[in-house]
């Protein structure tokens, strides 16, 4: 059976490292790069994200992702580099599309952003167990219910690719054609993503009861199942890390005011 969360446990450097710290790295990934300035920053973010998810043996599972984003990039390049206002110098021409360089600057700094971000997350979710997530959350004074919803948005891609795999798997059974030409795919759609939606709500339904019959809204103080990991190299890495965002962020202000 497929596991409903994009994490894996490669019993890496970044599986050991606390939910809080990954949290930090994102916001100091998106802060950072986009109060510096320079593209160079975001580029350094990119890179030292595919460094750490290469060394926690995951960075194959960021290629579908990176994919997706690839058609929303080239999208926004082709757009922006023959139509954005202000473009002036011509850089290269296919057949009647000219390309300008200003434009072309101009994607490139939106797909620098966009991949730092991605790689960022990835970094996060890929690495951290959804469970020591909420619990990370809950131990920090959170409502139970503000970590549940956020877990809950890691664990829905998986859970709906499974769902629809297996209802995939159900309807070619039944002699359903799910594969072949555009027709026979938009043909297949309605019978595949009706039981999809309505699998969603029954299971939805029966998590609220079973989170219900385990007390989930009971005002009495939690207890954790789990002994709460600490890390000095926890502590060192988040003081570094609030450090670098407070001062990269003082000093645009400082700028700003001049």
Partial sequence: MKSITLYEDKNSILN???????MLYVAAAIIISGVSG???VGIGFILF???L?????????????????????????VIQGMFRAGNVTPVFNIGPAVFYREGLLFAFNIAVNIINILLSFCVLVLTTKPSDMMENFIRKGFS??????????FEIIPQ????????????????????GNLL??????????????????????????????????AKNKKTFLNEEKKNKADDIIKIILLSAIVIVVSWRVGLWLK
């Fill in 53 to 77: 998810l290469s060394t926690s043996n995951v960075i194959k599972k960021t290629l579908p992702i990176l994919m997706m984003s690839g058609f929303v990039i080239c999208t926004v390049t």
């Fill in 38 to 40: 320079t593209k160079l």
């Fill in 144 to 153: 139970s219910r503000i970590g549940y919803v956020f877990i809950s948005i």
């Fill in 184 to 217: 026979v795919r938009m043909k297949a759609f309605i019978p595949l993503i009706s039981p999809v939606v309505m699998s969603s709500l029954v299971n939805t339904k029966e998590r609220a009861m079973a989170l219900e019959v385990r007390g989930f809204n």
């Fill in 16 to 22: 050991k490292f606390s939910p809080e710290v990954k």
């Fill in 49 to 51: 994200s595919i460094l």
């Fill in 160 to 179: 709906m690719t499974e769902t629809m795999s297996t209802i995939m798997d159900a309807q070619k059974s039944r002699g359903m054609e799910t594969e």
